[in-house]
């Protein structure tokens, strides 16, 4: 009886280890579920940019707009008959006086 009791009382212990620290553990568990939180919200963003770079794609192969906006904004590109004025602000400067 006292072997049968010795050898669940081990069963349970290592059981237990298993359970808490071996390989497939809850520790393992639950880092790997925070790692799959980690790669959802990562893919989240790169799904989220893709579809911000088709519609730009299908927005550069169907329309003049974008590609006439990007070409002056990008480019500085002009319409022909169009004027462009360009204005430089004065460089200020500072003239201090040393103080005694």
Same mark, same amino acid.
């Given at each position: 009886?006292?072997? $049968?009791?010795?050898?669940?009382? +081990?069963? !349970?212990?290592?059981?237990?280890?298993? =359970?808490? *620290?071996?390989?497939? /553990?809850?520790?393992?568990?639950?880092?790997?579920?925070?790692n799959v939180?980690?790669?959802?919200?990562?893919?989240?963003?790169?799904?989220?940019?893709?579809? $911000?770079?088709?519609?730009?794609? +299908?927005? !550069?192969?169907?329309?003049?707009?974008? =590609?006439? *906006?990007?070409?002056? /904004?990008?480019?500085?590109?002009?319409?022909?008959?169009?004027?462009f004025y360009?204005?430089?602000?004065?460089?200020?400067?500072?003239?201090?006086?040393?103080?005694?």
């Amino acid at each position: 009886m006292r072997s $049968i009791v010795l050898i669940l009382l +081990l069963l !349970l212990i290592w059981l237990q280890y298993r =359970l808490w *620290e071996g390989p497939g /553990s809850i520790k393992d568990m639950r880092f790997i579920q925070k790692n799959v939180e980690l790669q959802s919200q990562k893919l989240q963003r790169l799904t989220e940019r893709n579809q $911000i770079l088709e519609a730009e794609v +299908l927005d !550069l192969k169907n329309g003049t707009e974008a =590609l006439e *906006e990007r070409a002056r /904004s990008e480019l500085g590109m002009i319409r022909q008959g169009e004027v462009f004025y360009q204005t430089i602000e004065k460089a200020t400067t500072s003239k201090t006086t040393p103080k005694l």
